[in-house]
């Protein structure tokens, strides 16, 4: 691999063309906060605001400016994000976040779920690293104890459940986002919590109910107990993807806790094992869906090609080669980069496409919507350029 | 257009294929009812199932019933579906349908929308009309009063609403099920409404509300007073299928009531407009959604051909070929028919595949989930093979 052109293929990528891109057309001038609804050459298509988009971009600036140096219109576009968030994203009435505003942030819509939170404390405890500013530490810690006291307890909604308690059953999202935040927390120096035991639990969580080695495999969605249900489509649907996301998730553990042996073979069998469930022979990429057992899953769109899976994978492959060395990771992350690079990046008007067909031709023509913003693909970019030259970093010193 | 050919082509696939393969693999012995997941050969691929599914199928076998005579095994099946329905698709707490329940009746999901209601009302109308049973009378109007009821007000739903006051919109759906059923509830002489008057508002309120000549669109969802959303995806997506089936709801009327000329224009209106938006003529077939103004959609599947928009479109051009005799609703017509029959039908195990890629080739191959079940293409077998015989004998009598 070489890590030196990588290493420059992320960056370059990163501040000229992706972030540039979201900086020229997802600013709101008059109100504050990010567009994220952008026709292909950066025009607007819908002025509502993603609550979640809101979190992760200001997340992401925070996190550009503590890694790249504090750059002014980085950080000012940070703060309107925080701002907006602050100001129209919490749901005076009951203290939840809304999930989807107006762009003078009139809210539109609540979710019974409190990923909003997640992805505002993510913001916050990014924010905090960089400014010291007291009160985004307080309100990260407030968003994370939000976020998993309604983990814990569902019925904590305003919304009652659509779903009876005839086959209760959770799904991986919880503890893995649970554990990605607490790691941000953690790295924030986020007063109030104990984060490694937050951070232990949740991996404790993931490998004892949603990694099932019997079948080397990563669950979705299992029983409260987590056990598999066969049976039914809900229990039988695997999103690799996903579980690769967890998989780096752990990894980046293990090497927070210096190359942590037992993590690290958590984390590689986890993207080993979804990799090879994943990953299309036919047509390269990863798909979307696949069934536990090859039968169909539900979702008829099951095959198609979303850019943030093969996001997390090039994160999750390269995390890898960087905690074991071992070559093949190295090949699978050339696999995946090789063909994400080659089909979901626009050559006319930059940024990449977020919706390919199976066969890779492009199906949505769009940069963003309420779900795909600036987060998973400058993650990737800024992620990549920093492990690389961790990796340049670590040769030079041997 | 040789019609005696085409009534022999639906008939012979409705008795021949696709109803022995769900009266093979879709009937519950055990505890009633019907299944609908399952896989390309029949074999089950989920137990649980669709409250919409149970009314339906007990809706089209009643029919065909009606239409073909009565046979011992369709009135048992029949009967299957409705005594399950009594039994544990209604929750006792408040008297709404769930939406979705386990083989054994216990309740898994409700939904804030009645739409169970809408197809149970069908079934029992239906069930009605060939058994004279006064309870299947009493029973469909009451489901079609609960439907009305929380269309007109969905405060009364037992879940709060998800969505804020701040942008209130509706979709053509409720009216035109509404349409749908009244007319079936009339045509089984449903005591305890005025079926026409029932018929005659939901017909003002798409035409009202939902058919905008002056961009010759029918859309999907729109303001409440009618006026059109432009700013926002939900309002800019159409959804071609669906308002080519409303379409037929409205032609059917004009039939019944001798050809009324006004409902003739409207309904073939509506077809054609909304054909000329959604026929790909790239690929062939009917895309799934499309932007009102050729903007993208949020919908990444948006392009799929699903097997329910091509069998509403067989209808429609055939009543409207019927209906006024033009040539180039044969040919539209003949268009549809004969892209859907070389790409949905399945050569190996009978019945149809329901999601196709965009350029035709097989997404999913199962042969029903909770959503695909027999319904769609039955009926447009059942109802081409009626069509083709008023053809034939209106032919016969000049």
New interface residues.
Partial sequence: MDVSTLRDTYRTALLEDVLPFWLKHGLDSEHGGYFS?L??DGSL????KSVWIQGRFAWLLSNLCQIAGTNGQWLSAARSGLDFIDQHCVDPADGLMWFHV?KDG??????RYRFSEAFACLANAAYYKISGEENRAVTAANFYKTFKAHQQNPALS???P???G??PSKGIGGPMIALNIAQTCRAAAIPGMDWDAEIDANIAEIQSDFVHPDIECVMETVAEDGSRID???DGRTLNPGHAIEAAWFILQEAKFRGGDAQLTKLGTQMLDWMWKRGWDSEYGGILYFVGVDG??????????K?WWPHNEAEIATLLAWQLTGEERYAAMHAQVHDWSWQHFPDPEHGEWF??L??DGTV????KG???KGPFHIPRMMLMGWQICEEIETAKETK
């Avoid at 298509?45 to 509502?48: A, I, P, Q, R, T």
């Avoid at 009139?106 to 979710?111: A, E, G, S, V, W």
């Avoid at 039968?295 to 198609?304: A, F």
Wanted: charged fraction near 30%; aromatic fraction near 18%.
């Fill in positions: 609804s026709d292909r298509l819908d002025s509502d107006a009139q809210p539109i819509r609540k979710r305003p919304f009652p659509k779903f009876t005839t086959r049976d039914h489509f039968r169909p899953v539900q979702e008829y769109w099951h095959d198609m979303f977020g919706y067909h199976r199906s949505n023509p769009s919507t309420l779900w």
